[in-house]
Nanobody, 128 residues
Framework: QVQVVESGGGLVQAGGSLRLSCAAS????????MGWFRQAPGKEREFVVA????????YYTESVKGRFTISRDNAKNTVYLQMNSLKPEDTAVYYC?????????????????????WGQGTQVTVSS
């Protein structure tokens, strides 16, 4: 069983920045694909970004490209999501998820069903 725990959410003004962290258990963490999803009030959960075992494998949804950066520290079993130039429409609960299988085709990486383990979520609120 892999445990996933997010942290770092909060309230920020539009144009500001936040960094989310996601710690995952497991001796083979470096092989996991780690993804971030978000769910705004009244909306379905949506894919944001994913990273494979290294930064050479990343995939961003179009709306966050150039503003969000995902990274990982395999020595700390942690993935980070640096969010810059935040907009009110980025307001959501952000969820971290782990796929122990490893990197997949982009069509699969975007799907919630691809990920076996999920965190409890962290709230990000961007005020206008």
């Amino acid at each position: 069983q892999v445990q996933v725990v997010e942290s770092g959410g909060g309230l920020v003004q539009a144009g500001g920045s936040l960094r989310l962290s996601c710690a995952a258990s497991g001796r083979t963490f470096s092989a996991y694909t780690m993804g971030w999803f978000r769910q705004a009030p009244g909306k379905e959960r949506e894919f944001v970004v994913a990273i494979g075992w290294s930064a050479a494998h990343t995939y961003y949804t179009e709306s966050v490209k150039g503003r969000f950066t995902i990274s990982r520290d395999n020595a700390k079993n942690t993935v980070y999501l640096q969010m810059n130039s935040l907009k009110p429409e980025d307001t959501a609960v952000y969820y971290c998820a782990a796929d122990p299988t490893g990197w997949r085709a982009t069509g699969e990486i975007r799907l919630m069903d691809t990920y076996d383990y999920w965190g409890q979520g962290t709230q990000v609120t961007v005020s206008s």
